[in-house]
């Protein structure tokens, strides 16, 4: 008997009609439920997850599920929904034809972010440093395997996964890179100088943001997001020479999202671009 989980944006399904309506279904189909309101408890063995929401509820799905290797199937009750497999109105076929075994798995590499001696951070789409209550610009150098690149005065500083080049990177004048490259982008938000324009690495280098604490640019001020998120980050006084580095690295975990439908990539992003 398979045993599937379910992650539910309750903001997309305040009665969680549409969640139990589908989890009737498939208990019909002689599999077992479970509802994972906070995430997915360690002890908790899945065969895959359905996450009904949009890309935001799938990407908080994808840190418990990349570190569990449990594949994702998403089923969009958001927005646009790059990351979601179908809509509602699909959501009993397509999980008929996982049941079924007609589907694909799509590995999406996560990367790896560490600031200090903290804990490590998996993101699936990006880490945005930006400022936060700064009015100031600020200033991020730049590392490619210990390799300085450059130093980017700007808003803030975007490091994107492929799966990420099609949300907040794309906003910001960023290319849109295919799920399964093995790249990272780079992209500064409203930078000061006209050449600073997005690099494109490998997905195996290791990258290395620094930023110095100024008096005009106290790194409290400074915001650090993971997948949207905003994540705490040492206050200055606690950091030697005053200076805050984050490693970014691509993570030996993926998160595996479930295909039951036969579009490919460019098609889906001209339909979500609103494209002929």
């Known amino acids: 008997m398979k045993k599937i989980g379910f992650v539910t944006n309750i903001n997309r399904d305040t009665d969680m009609s549409v969640t139990h309506d589908l989890m009737a279904y498939v208990r019909s189909l002689n599999c077992e439920t479970v ?11 899945l065969d895959f997850i359905i996450v009904l929401g949009g890309d935001g509820t799938m990407l908080r799905a ?9 594949p994702l199937l998403g089923i969009n009750l958001g927005n646009i929904g790059y990351l979601t497999d179908v809509e509602k109105s699909q959501a009993k076929n397509s999980i008929q034809r996982v049941l079924s075994d007609e589907f694909k798995i799509e590995k999406r590499m996560m990367l790896e972010v560490q600031m200090c001696k903290n804990d490590a951070h998996l ?20 590392l490619i395997n210990g390799e300085y690149m450059d130093t980017f005065r700007a808003d803030g500083l975007i490091i994107s996964t492929p799966t990420g080049s099609t949300a907040y990177n794309l906003a910001a004048g960023g290319p849109v890179l295919k799920p399964d490259a093995q790249m990272v982008v780079i992209t500064p938000i409203s930078p000061q100088s006209l050449s600073a324009r997005p690099a494109v690495v490998s997905g195996d280098d290791d ?8 008096p005009q ?3 409290e001020l400074v915001a650090i997001s993971i ?6 980050i040492p206050k200055a006084d606690d950091l030697v020479g005053g200076e805050l580095e984050i490693s970014i690295s691509q993570s030996k975990h993926f998160t595996n999202i479930i295909k039951t439908t036969s579009f490919g990539f460019y098609e889906i992003l001209r339909m979500k671009l609103h494209k002929e």
């Open 62 to 70: 994808a840190r418990y599920a990349g570190f569990h290797d449990i």
């Open 35 to 45: 509802e994972l309101p906070d995430g997915i408890p360690s002890d908790v063995y």
């Open 207 to 214: 990258i290395r943001i620094r930023l110095k604490y100024s």
């Open 227 to 232: 997948d949207g998120e905003r994540v705490k």
């Open 123 to 142: 993101a699936l789409n990006d880490i945005a440093i930006y400022r936060g209550g700064c009015s100031r610009m600020i200033e991020c150098e730049v």
């Open 217 to 219: 640019i106290d790194l």
